[in-house]
Structures are given as structure tokens and as C-alpha cells.
């Protein structure tokens, strides 16, 4: 099954300063990367997603890129904000496993006033 | 549009106490999903149905478990005879039917075994 890495699992920055988020996984046939956003006690909420056929995918201040050939792809937020204090997701998935998502660890980011 | 609503929000049973819990998705939603997740980890996926079929089931979801979707509209989880390994977070989310639809969280329900 997909196996998917997360790192770092937590990120302190300063307001103003940008985050990067590295996410790899293990499936060939995984096709579409969203990212998730959980703040404490709420849901996960989508943020942005990249399918394969894209190399780069940013809206506003958010922006993914994926690397196929290595299997990797990475959340870069810049111009950070304190409100973009929370726990990161990175998922994996493939229509051929039902499009179900495997999750990386989380990145706890931290954005210092 | 709604959202996806879990109900309840929290539940907090003795051990060997079954539990169900309840996911009303989107309602243009075929596909619907349940996963676990539990403090500091990221959700793990336990079962999802596309209309009213159950189309896979995780290893994680042992004997005790159990899922349905009966019309095709909401989905309701059932752990039976609890353990403590049970307490979690159980979310569940939604997704248009086809490959690639972005899934839809709810809010969860937080089961604590006592």
C-alpha cells in the first residue's frame, strides 16, 4: 500500500518568513496530493491539491509543486501570518485504491508574532 | 451546501460499552469515507462507500466494527464492546464520485473509553 512521509513534523518562523513543508510517497500510481490544514479541535481543512499531470499549483500565498519522477512534492507558504499557526497534512491517493487518502505524520507550524 | 455533519460530537463510554456514531455528507456526494485519527498523527483510513455499497474495508477496522450506508445518504459507524484502544477521533468525509474529487472533512467525533 502507499506509504507517505511527512517532514519536518514541526516548524517555527517568523511572521513574514516563508514555510516549506516536504511530503514523499511510495506509490507509483498515486495521482492526486491534496493538503490539509487542522487547527486544535477542528476538522481538516483542504487547502490546496495538485494532480500529476501539474508540475506547480499556488493560490495566494500557498503554493505546491510535485517531482513525480522522485516521488515527492512540497507545501511552500509565504508571507506568513500568526493565523497560519496549525497542524499541516500532506495525503496521497489513486483511483485504482478508491481514492482513499494516506495521510503523512502532520507538521505542526508555529508562526511567532 | 452544508457541509458534512458528525454527530454526536463527543462520547465518552465505559469499556466494553458499543458505540455508534453518525456522518450526514454533502448531499451531491456519492462517495463517503471514514477514517481514524488520534492525538498528534494523521487520519488513517478505515472504510469508504460509493452510494450505498461498501467498497473497501481497512485492516484497522477489526471484527468489532462495523459500517453502512443503507440509502445511500448518511453512514453510521458501530464499535462494539469497546477497548481502550478505541478512543480516537473518528472522522468522516465526503467526495464526489470519479478519480481525483477533493474529500470533504466533518468535524469528527471524539470517542474517550473509560
Known amino acids: 500500500g502507499e506509504n507517505v512521509e511527512q517532514h519536518p513534523s514541526t516548524l517555527s518562523v517568523q511572521e513574514g518568513d516563508s514555510a516549506v513543508i516536504k511530503c514523499t510517497y511510495s506509490d507509483s500510481a498515486s495521482n492526486y496530493f491534496p493538503w490539509y490544514k487542522q487547527e486544535l479541535g477542528k476538522r481538516p481543512q483542504l487547502i490546496i491539491d495538485i494532480r500529476s499531470n501539474v508540475g506547480e499549483k499556488k493560490d495566494q500565498r500557498i503554493a505546491v509543486t510535485l517531482n513525480k519522477t522522485a516521488k515527492h512534492f512540497s507545501l511552500h507558504i509565504t508571507e506568513t501570518q500568526p493565523e497560519d499557526s496549525a497542524v499541516y497534512f500532506c495525503?496521497?491517493?489513486?483511483?485504482?485504491?478508491?481514492?482513499?487518502?494516506?495521510f503523512g505524520g502532520g507538521t505542526r507550524v508555529l508562526v511567532k508574532p | 451546501d452544508t457541509g458534512v455533519s458528525q454527530d454526536p460530537r463527543h462520547k465518552i463510554t465505559k469499556r466494553g460499552q458499543n458505540v455508534t456514531f453518525r456522518c450526514d455528507p454533502i448531499?451531491?456526494?456519492?462517495?463517503l469515507y471514514w477514517y481514524r485519527q488520534t492525538l498528534g498523527q494523521g487520519p488513517e483510513f478505515l472504510t469508504y462507500f460509493q452510494n450505498e455499497a461498501q467498497l473497501e474495508k481497512s485492516r484497522l477496522l477489526s471484527d468489532r466494527f462495523s459500517a453502512e450506508r443503507p440509502k445511500g445518504s448518511f453512514s453510521t459507524l458501530e464499535i462494539q464492546r469497546t477497548e481502550q484502544g478505541d478512543s480516537a477521533m473518528y472522522l468522516c468525509?465526503?467526495?464526489?464520485?470519479?478519480?481525483?474529487?477533493?474529500?470533504?472533512f466533518g468535524d469528527g467525533t471524539r470517542l474517550s473509553i473509560l
Open positions: 495525503a496521497a491517493s489513486s483511483p485504482a485504491a478508491g481514492n482513499k487518502l494516506t
Open positions: 448531499s451531491e456526494h456519492n462517495r
Open positions: 468525509a465526503s467526495s464526489r464520485d470519479g478519480g481525483n474529487q477533493p474529500q470533504h
